[in-house]
């Protein structure tokens, strides 16, 4: 299998980056698309070219470290997958593959496809956790939480922190990424106590850090490789609310 | 030197009771003065960062990743086991050391595993605290299933991403610190080398993964929380950026290695199917809990895996252990796949794999019950195959996955160099020759939430007294020159092979001769062909790039560099060790059945391997049973 | 803690929004009256429309309006400013509407639009009538202004027929998706009542785009 990639290089956040183009040969469907990047690294070490800087580790879905543009999709040409996911069967021989960086201002460009997203962890200092010592909590049964209470809080806990819904946005908002962990924890009776105090001081932090407003485009939930609902946004909002007024 | 163990007096229910009574204390205001560096940011790292810091600490924490958040622990999914006794079935504290005990196959210290059982509880009321949303009964009471090598229901889960939820909840804890302003993180930072001051660690050499810049960082006592190193296998279910870099310079700094060789090839991972492979993606073992696992009765059976009539399916680990059945431990499902594949009847487009079938499950508890059990793995299945796995069996195949081998520690997780601790996957300590299921996401979170913030303060109450060098001190100035001259030996070989050639070569050998079944012929070879392997590597490999800047091709060529001489030290052990023990089997010990010898009046000990210019140095911890007679391990 | 200025925006665009919605309702279910024959419509247009500029409760409720209109364009404003700074650089390649409909990625041009519509519509109408400028409007048989003669005569422009006729597709456009999203911006998020609101809105966007639509169509064939 042939394509040609044409992907971001640039070299670092202080320099401009262009499109450069690659061809290359010698893949296979079964092959990731991760893999035809590292095998197209191989051939740029050979060429004694310096190496495409993208980013990987767990490569099962679940770290959220991957993530790159891929034809105009966040996480590539399938809905609610992971970078890492995608293989080359998804692709025709001879096709044209355009990769890009997460575009965001909140997310500026480290090296080629790699960007800085520690934004999403000091969204999540401001309150993503549930005060509590090690050592301090009560027996695990003494609380009950009812299993759809449990359910839907795992739904969005599931959350990898990938930033495909930061992406994906035309306005980079991450309100889909603070919902999932606000709703997460506001939920749960364990989160209670801060709940008022959570939901303003991450969202705070959230325009803080640059981020644009939710226009309920949908695009998030499309790519979010969990497939967090967008009615979390609203559930946010609905609890940023309460929390203003009676907080 | 006499290694010592440090295990506390009494009976093995009181002796963490007695250990945590005779231990010192440090009082509020002096744990102020003391810096902590804690190595890794997973489970153990980021609990024991988080916990220290609760403490009192200052801590500062380094990954390698982009966040915390990403570490590897995220991908376990089976579950966490602890003896609650919630489900009423005769669990209890006792039976959970024995099940781990045994399932290690006698080769881990009781007083270990017996504090790994006793604190497995309180570790689920933790948990919960934090906001786990483990599964739950209608009722609102925590759910649980079981798990391989036990007869009982100890394992709690959060869907089949149990290691993502604890990981966030302990990333979660450690912002809350970062938040207060008592762990300082350090993300993109690599832990290159370890420098040890007067016999005593005393900080780290790190290489910032951005900019390239090599930083000292110093303080009263390291910890390395650096998780597994089967990597060195290249394929295996860890993350692409899993390395044994941080502990194997610790070795070389005179930290022992303990029983290296014990890495336990997990039975349920994707089969490969391709040279180009990166990574073996793992199927939760609870799957085993409804699938039944079978190959074709017939030799290269080519029809669908549907159309074979279910008497013409051998379900061989039903067949050879009938009473735990598909749920044999990890090490025998492994080798037993392995068994049938070798001898011709594996199935799949490489028949390198074998039947994982859920129609049994579906037909019997209906297909809701196995979607809310698994669906998300079922999910990642298609994803990863394009194969519906509710319509026909999954295919699996026996991939590198743990390693039960690490650092040497005693009982207080500290390794043989004063102030280096090692915890999490990254030590030795409980799980022996092999470990159970869900047990790997408990002795993570023990040693970083309970264990370590118990035990460092008998240490760090000496540091008090003594001066902190600064990071001028001679020890820093010449580890980092070390560091430099590797770095640049790397860079200006210019040859004219990638590093992933390389390591491709090194997992060929290692999955060879030092995985599931090892013999004295293939590993006598196999260190040969590492030690060529090295040298080829020295002399031509290609890294291009420079050192000073983000540079992903350097961080795999010094890690692929470590791996290799890693490679030579398990190979050894492998070698040394004539028995057949736990993940560990030795063709030349083995029952007419192919089952596991064990030599247990030669090899009751701890390997415990010393670094010396090149070669190592075996020393022995022996293992007494004082509570429990080691028995012959059988499933049957 | 300060007010998250990211969501302030939003309710202010959604209430505003849902409130102009509120009034397309009324000012249709009025314009309706021109589908009726020409004698009946004239005398019941005109008294309508008296009405409306007289009564003081009608009077103050169209000041809230304009204040609306006002408020709803300034803030979405506001916001396209701040989103367009938290993504500086677009994607070469983006193939958004396989994740998105057009609509919701393009609700500021649709605004414009109806902004657009909204400046000619009060030109023709509103500076004509209420501002007393342009043309004389003559009295009809009662005694009232003859707007029902401003509408006929305009929509007898094939021109603004034709103007007024597309602009409504970008209304219902817009409509749809600002109607169902400001349920959303408010807090709403019960799941099965979102869907319903989502059919709501479809609904509504139907009714008011094609309702409004047929009318100068109607009137040109009279």
Same mark, same amino acid.
């Given at each position: 299998m042939k394509v040609t990639f044409k992907i971001w290089r640039q070299e670092n956040r202080n320099t401009k980056g262009a499109i450069k183009e690659y061809k290359v040969d010698g893949l296979t469907e079964d092959m990731s698309f991760l893999e035809a990047l590292d095998h197209l690294n191989e051939l740029l070490v050979l060429k004694n070219e310096k190496v495409i800087a993208y980013e990987y580790d767990c490569r099962e879905g679940i770290c959220g470290q991957c993530g790159v543009f891929i034809n105009g999709r966040a996480h590539g040409p399938h809905d609610n997958i992971t970078t890492c996911q995608l293989h080359m069967r998804s692709f025709k021989d001879g096709d044209t593959i355009v990769v890009e960086p997460w575009r965001a201002a909140s997310f500026p460009v480290l090296k080629d496809l790699i960007v800085d997203r520690s934004a999403f962890d000091r969204i999540m200092e401001q309150?993503?956790?549930?005060?509590?010592?090690?050592?301090? %909590?009560?027996? %695990?049964? %003494?609380i009950l939480i009812p299993k759809e209470v449990s359910d839907s809080a795992m739904d969005v806990a599931a959350c990898i922190g990938c930033g495909a819904c930061v992406a994906t946005c035309k306005n980079a908002s991450a309100a889909l990424f603070a919902s999932a962990k606000i709703n997460h924890l506001n939920n749960l009776p364990q989160g209670h106590p801060e709940a008022h105090k959570r939901v303003q001081e991450m969202t705070y932090q959230m325009e803080l850090e640059g981020f644009g407003s939710c226009s309920f485009t949908g695009a998030c939930e499309v790519e979010c490789p969990e497939g967090i609902s967008i009615t979390n946004i609203a559930e946010m909002y609905a609890k940023y609310t309460k929390a203003k007024l009676f907080g | 030197m006499k290694l010592d163990s440090k295990i506390p007096e009494g009976r093995l229910e009181d002796k963490w009771r007695n250990y945590q009574i005779k231990a010192q204390l440090i009082n509020p205001a002096n744990k102020k003065k003391l810096n902590v560096i804690v190595v890794g940011s997973g489970l153990s790292g980021a609990g024991a960062a988080a916990t220290l810091a609760e403490l009192g600490y200052d801590v500062q924490c380094f990954c390698? #990743?982009?966040?915390?958040?990403?570490?590897?622990?995220?991908?376990? #999914?089976g579950g966490i086991n602890a003896a609650k006794n919630y489900q009423h079935d005769g669990d209890s504290v006792w039976r959970m050391f024995y099940d781990t005990l045994k399932g290690g196959d006698f080769r881990s210290r009781e007083a270990n595993t017996y504090r790994l059982a006793e604190l497995s509880a309180p570790l689920i009321d933790h948990f919960v605290q934090q906001g786990v949303p483990f599964a739950r009964e209608y009722g609102g009471v925590l759910v649980n299933r079981s798990f391989g090598g036990v007869q009982v229901q100890r394992t709690f889960y959060a869907r089949g991403q149990t290691g993502q939820q604890l990981l966030l909840a302990a990333y979660s804890q450690l912002y809350k610190m970062i938040r207060a302003k008592k762990v300082k993180m350090f993300p993109r930072s690599e832990m290159i080398d370890l420098v040890v001051i007067d016999g005593k660690a005393k900080g780290i050499i790190v290489r910032d993964l951005v900019t390239g810049e090599l930083k000292r960082y110093v303080a009263d006592a390291i910890v390395l929380a650096t998780g597994g190193y089967s990597r060195v296998f290249r394929l295996?279910?860890?993350?692409?950026?899993?390395?044994?870099s941080a502990i194997w310079k610790a070795h070389k700094r005179g930290a022992f290695f303990a029983a290296p060789s014990f890495t336990q090839i997990h039975p349920t991972a994707l089969p490969q199917t391709s040279e180009a492979q990166s990574k073996l993606t793992l199927m939760s073992e609870s799957l085993r809990n409804d699938g039944r696992i079978w190959v074709p009765k017939k030799k290269e059976d080519i029809r669908k895996a549907n159309d074979i009539p279910e008497k013409e399916r051998d379900y061989y680990l039903e067949r050879r252990y009938p009473s735990f059945g598909n749920l044999a431990p990890r090490d025998i499902a492994s080798r037993a796949a392995k068994e049938r594949i070798d001898a011709g009847y594996g199935v799949g487009r490489l028949k390198n794999a074998v039947y994982l079938d859920f129609r049994h499950a579906i037909d019997k508890l209906g297909i809701q019950t196995i979607k809310d059990r698994y669906e998300n793995l079922f999910g990642m299945y298609k994803k990863i195959t394009g194969i519906d796995a509710y319509k026909e069996p999954m295919q699996i195949s026996p991939a590198a996955h743990f390693s039960m081998g690490g650092l040497w520690v005693d009982y207080e997780l500290m390794t043989t160099i004063p102030g280096l601790y090692a915890v999490g996957e990254c030590n030795f300590s409980d799980h022996g020759a092999n470990r159970l299921g869900a047990n790997s996401l408990l002795q993570a979170s023990i040693d970083g939430y309970f264990i370590l913030p118990n035990t460092i303060n008998n240490y760090l109450a000496g540091a008090l007294e003594e001066d902190i060098p600064t990071t001028d001190h001679i020890e820093f100035e010449k580890a980092e020159k070390e560091v430099r001259v590797i770095i640049d030996r790397v860079l200006n070989i210019n040859g004219t092979k990638t590093v992933d050639h390389f390591h491709r070569e090194l997992g060929k050998v290692m999955w060879q001769e030092c995985a599931m079944s090892r013999n004295k012929k293939g590993l006598e070879k196999a260190i040969l062909q590492i030690k060529t392997l090295k040298d080829e590597f020295w002399s031509d490999v290609k890294v291009t790039g420079s050192g000073n800047e983000l540079n992903t091709e350097l961080e795999k060529a010094l890690r692929l560099a470590d791996f290799m001489e890693m490679g030579i030290l398990m190979c050894t052990d492998a070698l040394e060790r004539e028995e057949s023990c736990g993940a560990h089997f030795r063709e030349e010990f083995q029952t007419e059945d192919g089952e596991a010898v064990r030599v247990d009046e030669n090899y009751s000990y701890v390997s415990a391997w010393e670094y010396d210019e090149g070669d190592f140095k075996l020393h022995k911890e022996e293992l007494e049973f004082e509570f429990v007679q080691p028995s012959v391990r059988s499933y049957k | 803690m300060a007010v998250n200025k990211l969501f302030f925006r939003k309710t202010i665009i959604a209430g505003t929004g849902l409130f102009l919605c509120l009034f397309l309702i009324v000012h249709l279910s009025a314009n309706w009256i021109l589908l009726l024959p020409e004698e009946t419509a004239r005398e019941l247009y005109n008294s309508y429309a008296t009405t409306l500029r007289e009564n003081l409760f009608i009077k103050s409720i169209s000041y809230i309006l304009y204040a609306f209109i006002v408020l709803h364009v300034i803030y979405a404003l506001l916001i396209t400013i701040h989103n367009r700074k938290a993504k500086p650089q677009k994607y070469v390649v983006n193939h958004f509407l396989q994740n998105s409909t057009w609509t919701s990625q393009n609700m500021g041009l649709i605004g414009t639009m109806i902004l657009l519509f909204i400046v000619v519509h009060l030109a023709n109408f509103w500076v004509r009538v209420k501002l007393g400028m342009g043309e004389i409007i003559e009295l009809d048989a009662i005694g009232n202004l003859d707007v029902y003669e401003v509408t006929f005569s305009l929509f007898h422009n094939i021109y603004y027929v034709i103007f007024y006729t597309i602009l409504m597709i970008p209304l219902g456009l817009h409509l749809n998706h600002g109607l169902k999203s400001a349920f959303k911006t408010l807090g709403f998020y019960h799941k099965k009542g979102l869907r319903i609101s989502a059919k709501v809105s479809l609904i509504y966007a139907v009714i008011i785009s094609i309702g409004f639509g047929v009318i100068p169509f109607f009137v040109y064939l009279k």
């Open positions: 309150g993503g956790y549930i005060t509590a010592k090690t050592g301090t %909590a009560p027996e %695990a049964n %003494a | 390698y #990743q982009d966040s915390a958040r990403r570490a590897h622990s995220v991908a376990a #999914q295996s279910t860890l993350a692409i950026g899993c390395n044994g | -």
